[in-house]
């Protein structure tokens, strides 16, 4: 098992910044991808980012591409996600989601098994 803990939600004004991260513990070894995922009231769980644990590699909803930055902490188990630009469309609670079977649905959440239990992020105009 993978446990996995979100810190850093808030409430902002639109324009502003904000990091999450997330911490993995217990059976990690093996994790091979490690996501972020939202979900609005009403609207289904939707792909935030995603970045390969042993390559680096990156991937981005196309709705935060350029604002928002996913990066990992090997040494400390930890994945962050720096949002910058906020909108008020980005209000959500915010996952973080972890995968040890290299699926290839990085960007659904079928794609991983272990999930933390979100933090909330509220964006005002």
């Known amino acids: 098992q993978v446990q996995l803990v979100e810190s850093g939600g808030g409430f902002l004004q639109a324009g502003g910044s904000l990091r999450l991260s997330c911490t993995a513990s217990g059976r990690t070894f093996g994790v091979d991808r490690m996501g972020w995922f939202r979900q609005a009231p009403g609207k289904e769980r939707g792909f935030v980012a995603a970045?390969?644990?042993?390559?680096?590699?990156?991937y981005y909803a196309d709705s935060v591409k350029g604002r928002f930055t996913i990066s990992r902490d090997s040494a400390k188990n930890t994945v962050h996600l720096q949002m910058n630009s906020l909108k008020p469309e980005d209000t959500a609670v915010y996952y973080c989601?972890?995968?040890?079977?290299?699926?290839?649905?990085?960007?659904?959440?079928?794609?991983?098994?272990?999930w933390g239990q979100g933090t909330q992020v509220t964006v005002s105009s």
């Open positions: 970045i390969n644990w042993n390559s680096g590699s990156t």
């Open positions: 989601a972890a995968d040890k079977t290299a699926s290839v649905n990085y960007n659904h959440p079928t794609g991983y098994d272990y």
